[in-house]
C-alpha cells in the first residue's frame, strides 16, 4: 500500500492530497530537461499563424480540439503582439505543451508509467486505469497567465465520475510563482458545468450550477519540487498570475477507468488510430 489509512480519509475528506517526495530530483530535472528540448524544436511560425488569421477563431479552435492526440504548443494570452509577432523568445512565451505527451514522447511516457504511479490511482479506486491526458504547465515568469478556479470534471466528464488528477511540481511553487490553491472539501459541492465540443463546431459550457465559489475557503498548496498534488476530479482548484522572476513548472496527468463511459461529448478525444493506452 503506497498511502496510509489516514492519508486516504484526507482525500476522502478534503479533496486532495499532497505527497512530498514523490518523484525524485533528477527525474524532474529530466522532463524539464526534455521540454526544453521540445521548445527548441518548435517552429512558432505555423503556430502563430493560425491564431493570427481572419478566421482566428475557427482555426484556433481546431488546433485545440484536435490536441487530444498529439504534441502541441499553446501560447500565453500576451505572447503575440497586434501585427503576429512574437513579444518576446518561444521559450518565454509558451503557457502549455498538450494532450498527449505521455504517449508520443518516451521522456514523458517513462515518467507517467511507473508501477508507483500505478498503484496509487488503483488504490484510488481506478481500476482499469487509462492515461487520457498531459500537460506539461511553464507558468512563466512575469507573464504566466491564471487558471480560474474549477473542477477537472468539467472537462474530462466519464460517467459514472471516475477520474484523477495528478499535478506533479517539477520547480517549487510558491505563492509568489503561481502555486495552486484548493477549497478543501469542496468536491463534495458537485459538478458545476460541463465543457463540451458544440454541435455546430468549436466548444461550450453546459451549466448546472452558476453559483460562485466560495473562494475565501481557497488553501494555497506550496510545495517543493518532486511533490505530488493529488486531485479529487471533483475539487474547485485555482492558479494566480506568476508576476514574479521565478517560473513554475508543473506536469500534470489525469486518468480515467476503462469501466467508466467516456462521452462522444467530451472537448477532448483520439482517433481511432490512437486508442486510450494504461500502463
Ligand atoms: O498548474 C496550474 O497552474 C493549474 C493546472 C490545473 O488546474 C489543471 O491542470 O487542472
Partial sequence: MLLTAQQTKRYEQDGFLVLENFVDVDDCERLRTRATELVREFDPRGVISIFSTHEQTRTSDEYFLESGDKIRFFFEENALLNDGRLRQGKEQSINKIGHALHDLDATFSQFSRTPQIEGLVRELGINQPLLVQSMYIFKQPHIGGEVN????????????????????????????????????????????????????????????????????????????????????????????????????????LHIIDAGAQYPRENWLQRSPQMPLRGF
Wanted: hydrophobic content about 35%.
Fill in 149 to 252: 478556479c474549477h473542477q477537472d470534471a468539467t472537462f474530462l466528464y466519464t460517467e459514472p465520475l471516475r477520474l484523477v488528477g495528478l499535478w506533479f511540481a517539477l520547480e517549487d511553487a510558491t505563492i509568489e510563482n503561481g502555486c495552486l490553491w484548493a477549497i478543501p472539501g469542496g468536491h463534495k459541492l458537485g459538478l458545476k458545468s460541463r465543457f463540451v465540443r458544440a454541435e455546430g463546431g468549436g466548444t461550450r459550457f453546459e451549466e448546472f450550477d452558476s453559483t460562485p465559489w466560495p473562494e475565501d475557503k481557497l488553501e494555497a498548496l506550496e510545495v517543493k519540487q518532486g511533490t505530488l498534488i493529488v486531485l479529487h476530479p471533483l475539487l474547485p482548484h485555482l492558479s494566480h498570475e506568476n508576476r514574479s522572476s521565478r517560473s513554475r513548472h508543473a506536469y500534470t
